[in-house]
């Protein structure tokens, strides 16, 4: 199992970023899929979060209303849409996927369900 990330870049403070995950070796479809970030001396934290069965997704706080998350099941991919993006935002971000449905809600943003990750993109916002 692979996840490739692309997308990261450094944009001003207001600008937007779209961030694309392939995945390889299994399939996306009916899986929970999503992106954490990590910036320096922090821990990494859930962002966005989708089931790919039924397209439902969780959001940390700190992005609703700013980031998408979507899927594409026939091309293997989930996409992260970011609007209004704050220096706050700057982080790497990754990847993660396992390969059976999301935990409870409340459990979705926290990585213990994560069994595979991408090796990161980083985003910086100033």
């Known amino acids: 199992v692979q996840l490739v990330e692309s997308g990261g870049d450094s944009v001003q403070a207001g600008g937007t970023l779209r961030l694309s995950c392939v995945g390889s070796?299994?399939?996306?479809?009916?899986?929970?899929m999503g992106w954490f970030r990590q910036s320096a001396g922090k821990e990494r934290e859930g962002v966005a979060v989708?089931?790919?069965?039924?397209?439902?997704?969780y959001y940390a706080d700190s992005v609703k209303g700013r980031f998408t998350i979507s899927q594409d099941n026939a091309k293997n991919t989930i996409d992260l849409t970011m609007n209004s993006l704050k220096p706050d935002d700057t982080a790497m971000y990754f990847c993660?996927?396992?390969?059976?449905?999301?935990?409870?809600?409340?459990?979705?943003?926290?990585?213990?369900?994560?069994?595979?990750w991408g090796q990161g993109t980083q985003v910086t916002v100033s």
């Open positions: 993660a996927a396992a390969n059976f449905g999301c935990p409870a809600p409340g459990y979705t943003l926290l990585r213990r369900w994560v069994k595979f």
């Open positions: 070796g299994f399939r996306t479809e009916y899986n929970c």
């Open positions: 989708i089931y790919t069965g039924d397209g439902t997704t």
